[in-house]
């Protein structure tokens, strides 16, 4: 079975630190998502990668960037943690067919709590 | 605007009963849907995808159908029990969206004993 996994479950950082959120996945999948999850609000894209070294924003890309400098592995860099970025994080990965995603597995999620 | 919607947004019913949860989407060129299924602070969990070729998908006692021409997918839970109890989400990936998918916000279904 496909393990994604995210390095913290919970996590507790103050206003203005630099923050790293690690995600590995097992399977050779090409490409890769952070999302965040808001009550209310949903799952919002904040950035994927369909390659090494290759990045594409989403949604809500403002305070945040990524970096993936190998295929299995995609951080998520908070790099002024602010209180309103306060949320469930998901990291998923997909195997590519053409144009879409097939079947997206994700993490358990990372609980970030910024004081 | 390409959007999905999940009607209801909570449901609660007794254990053993059929039920069919809704996900509705606005333009029908989509790639293919997925249905997911979240517990409580936790990640999510693939249950079905549906190829836009396809009318439906069956696992276990879970069948999910589409129909793009109505812009519509159901879940149909046969014989819930309480450990189907979670949030059930649906996402789609419309085409020329660049494999982005866009998200219902979910029905959370308790099934009591």
């Known amino acids: 079975d496909v393990k994604v996994t995210q390095s913290s479950r919970y996590l507790v950082k103050r206003t203005g630190e630099k923050v790293f959120l690690e995600c590995v996945q097992d399977?050779?999948?090409?490409?890769m998502f952070w999302y965040r999850q808001d009550p209310g609000l949903g799952l919002r894209l904040i950035y994927f990668?369909?390659?090494?070294?290759?990045?594409e924003k989403g949604d809500i890309p403002e305070g945040y960037s990524v970096s993936r400098e190998k295929k299995e592995r995609f951080s998520l860099i908070l790099e002024s943690a602010s209180t309103n970025q306060t949320s469930m994080y998901l990291c998923?990965?997909?195997?590519?067919?053409?144009?879409?995603?097939?079947?997206?597995?994700f993490g358990s999620g990372t609980q970030l709590s910024v004081l | 605007k390409q959007e999905v919607t999940q009607i209801p947004a909570a449901l609660s019913v007794p254990e053993g009963e059929n039920l069919v949860l809704n996900c509705s989407f606005t333009?029908?060129?989509?790639?293919?849907l997925q249905w997911f299924r979240q517990d409580p602070g936790k990640g999510l969990t693939s249950l079905l995808l549906?190829?836009?070729s396809q009318r439906e998908q069956t696992s276990g006692r879970l069948n999910a159908s589409l129909d793009k021409s109505s812009g519509r997918s159901t879940l149909y839970i046969a014989a819930s029990q309480p450990g189907d109890s979670a949030t059930y989400l649906c996402?789609?990936?419309?085409?020329?969206?660049?494999?982005?998918?866009?998200w219902g916000l979910g029905t959370s279904l308790a099934v009591n004993p």
């Open positions: 998923a990965s997909s195997v590519v067919r053409g144009h879409t995603n097939e079947k997206l597995f």
């Open positions: 399977m050779d999948h090409e490409n």
């Open positions: 990668s369909y390659d090494v070294k290759m990045k």
């Open positions: 333009d029908s060129a989509i790639y293919n």
């Open positions: 549906i190829q836009s």
């Open positions: 996402a789609v990936n419309y085409a020329g969206n660049n494999r982005k998918l866009i």
